[in-house]
């Protein structure tokens, strides 16, 4: 054992009449083991949001979406679907018709925005079929007109069904407000729909307002025959959607405008951004109080220990290994609460994300539990602040402890 790390580990150990600097120094361990644990439990809230929310965003929407800018839809669109479906980085594209509705059952209605779909071509794009937990999508896959039902199959989200109180089999009315101009004045077409199956894709923005139904029928509800109001694309890189989005834009021609899952949800994903960046800084300040307690800690310990720094030098200890005394106990110190406090903060958001016990409100989440995504990264950046931030904390101590002069020290000894 070396001899600075031998005295830097026995001053640690303060006697009893140290007890106020033993104190000190167990309540800085705590300090830099809470701040630490907190840094780690809110950074892996914030990945764990982040995660959950693009997941869910993009099992529930296409990666881009096409769309002509002027109003009157996409008319012969199929060899256009056709043309951009080759595309280099593009691996399906699924025509839809969006339009908002009216959806009520008996005395209970809410606003909901159906999309008609191709569901063959939708399930390669989006995996909202494939989040159908109550009945089933496959009525969806019947040709328009066939006999086997006795109205148009439609699916809605978990929380819309549960607003309008439907189960599979109920008749739904889907009234659209582009209506018909007749002597009376313009009257809202209306349609009938059959309730065949019910999603939860754990995204409330879709769960409480999305409803899928055949492309025909909703071309048939809004009178519009054989146009599509967008094309959706499911592209082969993600974090490259911006710059595919602009070359399928370009391939369509002047009148279409395309853009991409992160251009669509920019906003949510900058103020997650924002939001770790600040909670990474203010909780960094409990660090810093720790930093402090192991700053008074020292200062406390070179003024208890001057006579024997004193000794030490006299007998031919360096300045400079006197220094490196204090520096070893502020770093050991720093470097048992970082420990603890990983273990707790690793701890804690494996047990959070495990049992999923913090429950959320869908409504103001769009989640239904707290999620955690610990990192490896995030490990070594808070290990790195910690330890730094406590390296600067013993600076002035072990300098002033380097400073003794072993003259004045034993003068009245």
């Known amino acids: 054992m070396r001899f600075e790390f031998f005295i830097a ?44 929310l693009q997941e869910r965003l993009l099992g529930s929407t296409a990666h881009v979406d096409l769309m002509r800018t002027a109003a009157d839809g996409m008319r012969d669109w ?57 009945g089933s999508s496959e009525p969806l896959n019947a040709i328009s007109g066939e ?30 407000p582009q209506g018909e101009l007749t002597p009376l004045g313009i009257v809202p077409r209306y349609q009938k729909f059959q309730l065949v199956g019910i999603f939860t894709s754990g995204f409330y923005q879709y769960d409480s307002s999305y409803a ?27 974090n490259r959607a911006d710059q595919i989005a602009k070359e399928i834009e370009h391939a369509a021609g002047p009148g279409f405008q395309a853009t991409s899952w992160m251009e669509q949800n920019r906003e949510l994903f900058r103020a997650l951004r924002l939001e770790q960046v ?34 030490m030098m006299s007998f031919g200890v360096t300045a400079a290994q006197v220094q490196r005394v204090f520096l070893l106990q502020g770093l050991m110190i720093s470097i048992t609460g970082t420990v603890i406090g990983l273990l707790v903060g690793y701890g804690v958001s494996w047990a959070g994300g495990h049992y999923r016990f913090i429950p959320l409100d869908a409504a103001v989440y769009s989640l239904d539990f707290l999620p955690f995504a610990p990192r490896l990264t995030d490990a070594l950046v808070v290990a790195a602040v910690s330890l730094g931030v406590s390296a600067v904390a013993t600076i002035y101590p072990s300098v002033s402890a380097a400073r003794v002069l072993p003259a004045e020290a034993l003068r009245y000894e």
Not at 159 to 169: H, K, P, Q, S, Y
Not at 214 to 230: K, T
């Open 9 to 52: 580990a026995r001053y640690l150990r303060a006697k009893r009449r140290q007890a106020v600097i033993g104190v000190i120094t167990a309540i800085s361990v705590v300090g830099v083991a809470a701040g630490v644990a907190s840094l780690i439990i809110a950074l892996a809230i914030t990945n764990g949001m982040r995660r959950d």
């Open 78 to 134: 199929r060899p256009l679907v056709a043309r951009l479906s080759g595309l280099p980085h593009v691996r399906a594209a699924a025509p839809g018709l969006y339009g908002q509705v009216l959806i009520s059952r008996g005395a209970r209605s809410g606003g909901g925005l159906i999309k008609g779909i191709v569901p063959a071509e939708e399930r390669r794009v989006s995996d909202l079929l494939q989040e159908v937990k109550v």
């Open 147 to 176: 006999a086997a039902a006795s109205a148009p199959p439609i699916v809605l989200g978990k929380d819309l069904a549960d607003t309008l109180g439907a189960e599979i089999g109920n008749s739904i009315l889907v009234t659209s």
């Open 212 to 238: 899928l139904i055949r492309l025909e029928d909703a071309q048939r509800l809004f009178a519009e025959p054989d146009v599509i109001s967008i094309i959706s694309f499911k592209v082969d890189d993600l």
């Open 278 to 311: 600040v909670t990474f800084i203010v909780l960094a300040l409990i660090v810093c109080v720790a930093a402090l307690n192991i700053l008074i800690a020292l200062t406390m310990m070179v003024m208890e220990k001057t006579k024997d720094i004193a000794v």
